[in-house]
């Protein structure tokens, strides 16, 4: 399992080993060993599935506050996205930058997202399938998002016309709301 840092150091992509021949293919997605091996020690407890049919949706700024903040571990099964995380850590020396990656079949890459970020994506393809991995529970009184289009996050999302949800369209920018990160709670 190959595992590199990225431009914010907590965000880590992740390629496992796929073994293929005539027949398909064999591939370990998630082992705790090899994970740990790379700094990643999450006690997963839920597993989540989401389909976006068409082309272009867009799903998030989304995260959970304290104390049931997740972390997560991000594949795509089928389509493409193009995966935003923004760390929103108030403090860190990354606050408010954004880290963009491609995940998709053909890549075979994971994304781990510590707590402390928020996470969104588009679809790049229609019939697009994201599998992922979480520590912590849905909490409905702590779930939280900002703007997927907060113009003071500077993303460049690859989508002219995007598919919203409704509390994706009326998520605040993250200069108002209170850090839903303090410093020295991370």
């Known amino acids: 399992m190959k595992a590199a840092r990225l431009a914010i150091p907590d965000l880590i992509l992740i390629e496992p080993a796929r073994f293929g021949d005539e027949r398909g293919f064999f591939s370990e997605v998630w082992a705790r060993r090899a994970l740990a091996a790379h700094g990643i020690t999450a006690d997963f407890v839920q597993d989540n599935h989401s389909l976006s049919r068409q082309k272009g949706v867009v799903r998030g700024l989304h995260f959970q506050r304290p104390p049931t903040a997740q972390a997560k571990l991000v594949r795509v099964v089928r389509g493409a996205i193009l995966d935003i995380s923004v760390d929103i850590r108030e403090g860190s020396q990354t606050y408010g930058q954004h880290v ?4 998709s079949p053909s890549n ?3 994304l781990w997202i510590p707590a402390g970020f928020a996470h969104g994506f588009v679809t790049l393809e229609e019939d697009t399938e994201v ?10 009184d702590a779930d939280a998002g900002i703007a997927w289009d907060d113009p003071a996050l500077g993303i460049d999302w690859p989508v002219d016309n995007p598919i919203l949800s409704d509390k994706d369209r009326k998520a605040p920018k993250l200069a108002d709301i209170a850090p839903p990160f303090p410093k020295g709670s991370w």
């Open 100 to 103: 963009a990656c491609e995940l």
């Open 108 to 110: 075979w890459q994971q």
């Open 131 to 140: 599998l992922y991995k979480v520590d912590a529970y849905y909490d409905r």
